[in-house]
């Protein structure tokens, strides 16, 4: 059974910064791309990164480029979020989601998604 | 940057209707499009990808369809448990996007 559970949210004041984890287990961890995407309370889902199996190509949105940061470790099965400079706009859910190409990237489907972990960032 | 924009936003219907939402990318995106489900308090989980495979374990009174720029979702006959809301995603390019979401409400 395919599992991502995510950690490391909570409360944080704007300009500080987070590592967001998430433990993946059953299935190949290395073979597939990984994402985060968020949701704020009440809001839409929102792209914010995806990795490469090999953790040789990262993306990021523009709003987060330059203060967020995409990472694996495939030894550990595990998948991570740096965010550092936060602000109140990054407040929400973070969902962990493995990707599935359907043709070449970007072509993912999240087909796995976290419970998520939620980060407030708040004075 | 591509605009994905659903429509309706929100929809009532009775469980045993057939509903159906659109989709509309602001460039062609081929087939690159995918279809969520989220219920209240829980994760989202896909239901289709690129336009109209089902994913496995999902009922088939899910229909996806459509390319280029529009594209839709139909539920028919509407079970209890499928009121939610609903998000179309396109992978086609990034930065990826989302729909704002429509929300299947029971009347």
């Known amino acids: 059974e395919v599992q991502l559970v995510e950690s490391g949210g909570g409360l944080v004041q704007p300009g500080g910064s987070l590592r967001l984890s998430c433990a993946a287990s059953?299935?190949?961890?290395?073979?597939?791309?990984m994402s985060w995407v968020r949701q704020a309370p009440g809001k839409g889902l929102e792209w914010v990164a995806n990795i490469k199996q090999d953790g040789s190509e990262k993306y990021h949105v523009d709003s987060v480029k330059g203060r967020f940061t995409i990472s694996r470790d495939n030894s550990k099965n595990s998948l991570y979020l740096q965010m550092n400079s936060l602000r109140a706009e990054d407040t929400a859910i973070y969902y962990c989601v493995r990707g599935s190409l359907a043709g070449s990237p970007p072509r993912l489907h999240y087909d796995y998604w976290g419970q998520g972990t939620l980060v407030t960032v708040s004075s | 940057d591509i605009q994905m924009t659903q429509s309706p936003s929100s929809l009532s219907a009775s469980v045993g209707d057939s509903v159906t939402i659109t989709c509309r990318a602001s460039?062609?995106?081929?087939?690159?499009l995918n279809w969520y489900q989220q219920k209240p308090g829980k994760a989202p989980s896909l239901l289709i990808y690129a336009a109209s495979n089902l994913h496995g374990g999902v009922p088939s009174s899910f229909i996806g369809s459509g390319s280029g720029t529009d594209f839709t979702l139909t539920i028919s006959s509407l079970q209890p448990e499928d009121f939610a809301t609903y998000y179309c995603q396109q992978s086609y390019s990034y930065p990826i996007s989302f729909g704002q979401g429509t929300r299947l409400e029971v009347k």
């Open positions: 460039q062609n995106i081929i087939r690159y």
């Open positions: 059953g299935f190949t961890f290395s073979s597939y791309w």
